[in-house]
């Protein structure tokens, strides 16, 4: 529930002065021509996996928060241009979901009637039926050794493009230079759709259960309608997307809440977005607030359900411990005017250096 000091215009230009600083969208020139260049990048990985074998592609699917609007640039200098592509491999109507966690990991099975493929037979769990994730992932990053992605060469608007391969987390990550100079990151995934139906995908991508761990399991995404969602939210001129910047650079500047995924941080946007009708410009302060209210009320209860899939717990691999002390510090922002506004515009002049309004536009 909103405060008096939520809508107060202090509060309000320092939101506003916070977000403008420390949560603006990269450059809309970059970003177009960015995705100009990934348009040329996209065939050449096609045409190289075909030639190998194995991996076979059914289509590219786009996600992540450069296409969705809520990317914010990781310093006025760095844009941080990432896009993730999640390259769907034919199969996936030969598979079965099995022993799905509260934590929205599955098991994929092969179906009795399931074709012979190779793919199945170089990445089946020994003596069992299960399509093993890490395996997939790591055929799927030797297959992409073999596109020698060094040897990509085009030109765009005068400059060469070239690619670097690396093996990053639970994706494949390429960084692509524009000359000398790196212009963005392209985070690929191999994934499985076991609908094969538009709009009624059933997709399941090999992920870290935790950041930073090993253990590569099928998670159920709904990343497709979470962009679905996006599209057009804030065709009233609102300020949804705006918020969600917000959190996500408000989150980043604390380090007791760094443990908050972007998926967290939807997930209370989307919700709050269900609860509150109006979404006005002059009411960003308030929706702010109220998003953050949300998520404290979720690390009260100790359970987050995923927004497509209530069946999920988002907090599952969470320690209790965790919870409460984010929990307890998010409370006491809330409920402190004077200290949310200090917070904020400490972390503007952090972040903001000597003329960096016209390194950023």
């Known amino acids: 529930m909103s405060k008096e000091w939520h809508k107060s215009e202090e509060f309000q230009r ?5 977000h403008d600083a420390c949560a603006r969208q990269p450059c809309g020139k970059n970003v177009d021509e960015a995705k100009e260049v990934l348009e040329l990048i996209k065939p050449y990985i096609a045409e190289k996996m075909a030639g190998q074998g194995i991996f076979e592609l059914k289509r590219f699917e786009h996600r992540g928060s450069t296409y969705e609007g809520v990317k914010i640039a990781k310093s006025p200098t760095d844009q941080d241009l ?4 999640m390259f769907v491999m034919t199969g996936g109507r030969d598979l079965e979901c099995h022993d799905m966690g509260l934590d929205g990991f599955a098991k994929l099975k092969l179906k009795s009637n399931a074709k012979p493929r190779e793919l199945f037979q170089k990445t089946k769990e020994k003596d069992t039926s299960y399509i093993s994730a890490i ?8 297959h992409l050794v073999g596109c020698k992605l060094e040897e990509f060469r085009k030109d765009f608007k005068g400059t060469c493009i070239t690619c670097k391969l690396f093996y990053h ?13 790196k212009f963005f990151s392209l985070d690929l995934s191999p994934l499985f759709d076991l609908s094969g139906e538009p709009g009624k995908e059933e997709m399941y991508v090999s992920k870290a259960k935790k950041k930073g761990s090993n253990d590569i399991q099928w998670l159920r995404s709904y990343s497709l309608d979470e962009k ?31 443990w908050l995924t972007s998926q967290h941080l939807k997930t209370a946007l989307f919700r709050t ?54 929990k307890c510090r998010s409370c006491r922002l809330s409920n402190n005017g004077p200290l949310m506004t200090k917070l904020l515009s400490s972390s503007i002049s952090k972040w903001k250096p000597a003329n960096s309004v016209s390194q950023i536009v």
């Open 14 to 18: 320092c939101c506003r002065e916070f």
């Open 135 to 142: 395996k997939t992932k790591n055929l799927f990053y030797s």
């Open 228 to 258: 679905r969602k996006f599209d057009g939210m804030d065709r009233d001129n609102g300020c949804r997307k705006m918020v969600l910047r917000t959190m996500k650079a408000f989150v980043k500047s604390r380090s007791e809440l760094s």
């Open 82 to 85: 990432e896009f993730d592509v």
């Open 169 to 181: 987390g639970p994706a494949i990550k390429v960084d692509v230079y524009r000359g000398q100079e």
């Open 273 to 326: 977005i269900d609860a509150q009708q109006s979404w006005k410009q002059e009411e960003f302060s308030q929706r702010f607030m109220d998003t953050l209210g949300t998520l404290e009320e979720c690390l009260d209860k100790r359970t987050m359900p995923s927004y497509f899939q209530p069946g999920t717990d988002l907090f599952e691999n969470y320690k209790e411990e965790t919870m409460e002390a984010t």
